[in-house]
């Protein structure tokens, strides 16, 4: 589904990603680890467009995209929800919701139903300013909106960060029903190693820009944590 081979990326002269693989499995949901400053937000803005990257190939679903701009490669089917949410403070509930709508590929201006029936408090919402949402329910509008266009890949950077344990909770069982019940692949950025149990089949390891470990879920083991997980 997304292949990343030999990627290679600089903050000026500042080499951040090296030689880098990851292969993310169609339908299911792999979690990228690592510590703080490794590089897993640079690597998912590569994989967006959003940062140019030096050299490798991205491929998602067999189309190499390293090199298209970023506003193509939403509408090939990729969902993005940003560190920090980055919904819209000033517009209401549903025009953030709305703002994804031009990269569906039917291009549909019709919200999705399905958005609703996952987070109703969106529904309850709808006029509400984004920015006088709890940042749970952030978080639930950041998700919507990049479901909004319908993606077979879902990116998600640090979903949990900053929220509630029980929204934590919710937002756990609802990207594993996305999964299971859809069959929607997803790349997810994650700290927290329970959630990042409860919720992924994969993982991938990164440390100081470097793939280190790959592999199911149930291979990650305390001395993979201990070597590249705990502070
Ligand atoms: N805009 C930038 N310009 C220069 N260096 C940057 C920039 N953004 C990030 N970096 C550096 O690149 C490295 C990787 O950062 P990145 O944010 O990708 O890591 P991360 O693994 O996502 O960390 P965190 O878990 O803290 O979000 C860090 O050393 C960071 O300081």
Redesign the pocket.
Known sequence: MLSIKGLNQY??Q?H??WDLDLEVVEGACTCLM????????????CIMGL?PVKSGSIEFNGAPIEKLISEKRAPMGIGYVP?GRQIFPLLTVEENLQVGLPARPDRSNKIPEFIFELFPVLAEMMNRRGGDLSGGQQQQLAIGRALAIDPKLLIL??PTEGIQPNVVAEIGDIIRRLNEEIGLTVLL?E?KLPFARKVADNFCI?DR?RQVATGEMTALDDTLIKRYLTV
Do not use: A, H, P
Not at 34 to 45: F, H, I, S
């Open positions: 903050y000026g500042s951040t990603l690592g510590r703080n400053g490794v590089g897993k937000t640079t690597l998912l803005q940062l560190q950077d640090e950025v700290q990164l820009g």
